[in-house]
């Protein structure tokens, strides 16, 4: 059997467990796939990471088919929920949102480790360290 051609690979950033036709019709629906099969998939595979954004890599095919993969939760939303936040600051670099620890830092960057690009996790640790500062959190040891 043959392999089917690639048409178009989109990655969506949706709330775990929450997709819906309404949210991700106007992303997928030109692309002719099955919406409430997308949504059934993507809500089963990311039921446990409620609260979480996860995003998610559609690979659609020219016979409309589709398959689904699932990263790791976003790194905002991973610091947002250890910090115990819900949003960063509204003008980063002029207010402060919040304080985060290296030791909560290191705890994002293990979970976040496989889809970032290094394998180092001093230097994962500074990434992680880069997105908190964007979000206007001050990094404390």
């Known amino acids: 059997m043959a392999k089917n051609k690639v048409v178009r690979v989109v990655t969506l950033h949706i709330p775990a467990g929450e997709a819906g036709p309404a ?11 099955n919406l409430m099969e997308f949504c059934r998939r993507y809500n089963a595979l990311t039921a446990e990471r409620r609260g ?35 949003k960063g600051a509204a003008k980063p670099g002029h207010q402060s949102a919040g304080v985060v620890t290296t030791a909560q830092l290191k705890e994002v960057a293990t979970i976040k480790l496989p889809d970032l690009n290094t394998s180092d996790l001093d230097k994962a640790i500074k990434i992680v360290a880069g997105t908190a500062r964007s979000m206007g959190l001050t990094v404390v040891d």
């Open 23 to 33: 949210n991700v019709g106007k992303d997928l629906g030109p692309l002719g796939i």
């Open 52 to 86: 979480f954004v996860v995003p998610a890599v559609i690979t659609v095919y020219e016979d409309r088919s589709f398959d689904l993969a699932i990263k790791q939760p976003t790194t905002a939303s991973l610091i947002r929920k250890v910090a115990g936040l819900d």
